[in-house]
């Protein structure tokens, strides 16, 4: 059996960079009561490991008593900025830039006197933090049938979650474009998650059976493997390789493997030779 990796799979940039934030926080000999505000990252091997290191994961602020406080790479509402501030925490700001843009695009657009509509999953921390930027009113929502609940107005200012497939940006476009006179859209998709997405796909063509990694709580991961059930119907989602049921493989000559955004490389690596270690049969790895 062959495996298939993308090049581009697993962790993007925004998250090592979030990762690399925290590790140079905990590093620092002056930095003593360390708090992350929710998951650094969802996936729960790194939180672990931050854990392990002495970072602990509050839901609110008024859990964070006193030393610093990491914001998560996902953003949190604009509020905490300030309350951080009056509590005399120290506030280490790992807000990946892409999700920085959609909450100024927000903004910007609502100041602009533009109805926003927000493209993504209303109950994922980005778009609690994205929505809490925008002035005026607004509406979160990944249906494009959301426009026609939308009051009379001239003007719709459109952005997305970073993680959202363009088709779902796309059909929000179009739908907003048929009833209002002035749409302005900002395509804030993250072109890692563009270019991750269209990996995948392009794998699941090529395969047997398609195994995507990622954290339960991994919107990203959560939409690879849709994209992936979509192509290749033998497509299964897991967070560790204990999961994997090797009667998986039965009759596959080649399989694929992907990872979200928020998957270390090294654990990829590590589903891969656990794969290949305990498979009966002769196997190879283009990873």
């Known amino acids: 059996m062959k495996i298939i990796v993308p090049q581009n799979a697993g962790v993007c940039w925004g998250v090592e960079r979030a990762i690399d934030m925290a590790y140079k926080t905990v590093e620092t000999p002056t930095q003593h009561h360390i708090v992350s505000l929710g998951p650094l990252v969802h996936n729960p091997e790194v939180v672990e490991d931050f854990k392990q290191k002495g970072v602990e994961v509050v839901n609110n602020l008024e859990e964070a008593k006193e030393g610093t406080v990491i914001f998560r790479s996902h953003g949190v509402p604009v509020q905490y ?26 903004r910007r657009l609502s100041r602009q006197g533009y109805f926003v509509v927000i493209v993504g999953d209303e109950k994922h921390p980005e778009m609690k933090s994205v929505r809490s930027f925008v002035e005026g009113p607004h509406i979160v929502s990944m249906d494009p049938k959301i426009v026609d609940q939308i009051p009379s107005t001239q003007k719709v200012g459109i952005v997305a979650q970073t993680t959202v497939p363009l088709t779902m940006l796309e059909a929000m476009v179009s739908k907003a474009q048929k009833r209002f006179p002035e749409v ?10 563009k270019v991750r997405q269209e990996e995948a796909a392009e794998t699941a063509k090529q395969v047997d059976c398609m195994i995507i990694i990622g954290g339960r709580e991994s919107s990203n991961t959560k939409k690879l ?16 390789e204990r999961e994997i049921d090797f009667s998986w ?39």
């Open 81 to 106: 900025y300030n309350d951080a501030k009056s509590k005399n925490l120290k506030v280490v700001d790992a807000t990946c830039p892409f999700v920085k843009r959609s909450q100024n695009y927000a």
């Open 184 to 193: 302005k859209v900002h395509d804030t998709i993250c072109d890692a998650t």
């Open 225 to 240: 493997t849709k994209i992936c059930k979509e192509i290749q119907p033998k497509s299964f989602e897991i967070e560790h």
């Open 249 to 287: 493989f039965q009759g596959v000559q080649v399989l694929g493997i992907t990872a979200g955004a928020s998957t270390p490389v090294p654990v990829i690596q590590r589903v891969c030779d656990y794969i290949l270690s305990n498979l009966s049969f002769k196997a190879s790895s283009s990873f």
